[in-house]
């Protein structure tokens, strides 16, 4: 199967929300790139407008990322860094994590994980990264 990216998108993935736990994340999108397959991994491709940002959240699994376009920053425990094009950030389990988007155009991130996988945690951004939520 290939997927055809044409006029700044893949016309026939589907984009949907992000997640259903609104005020925890802004401005996130993704497309799902092997929905009912029998593969062992799922590959994601998130976009994140300007301003934008994904839950901070950790779990049990790992997952690699690739940054695909655009410019922003990760954050890693309690220490942020800046991504860009074909930067991979490698997140470990149990790691808390935030991608962001400071830049003026979408960032667009490839998420590769287990396609069987725990619930991720989520966490409060303004507390220590160890800490959950609550």
Sequence with gaps: MIYRFQNGEWP???????KDEPGTWVGVSRRVFTDNLACGFEARCFEIEPGGFTSFERHRHSHLVLVLAGR?????????HPIGPMDVVRVDPLQPHRFSND????LRI???VDRERDRPELLDPDEA???SKG
Aim: hydrophobic fraction near 40%; include cysteine.
């Design 12 to 18: 026939d993935v589907a984009q949907t929300r992000y």
């Design 72 to 80: 922003g920053r990760v954050r890693l425990g309690d220490a942020w």
């Design 110 to 112: 490839l998420c590769v």
């Design 129 to 131: 990264a160890g800490t």
């Design 103 to 106: 830049g003026s155009v979408a």
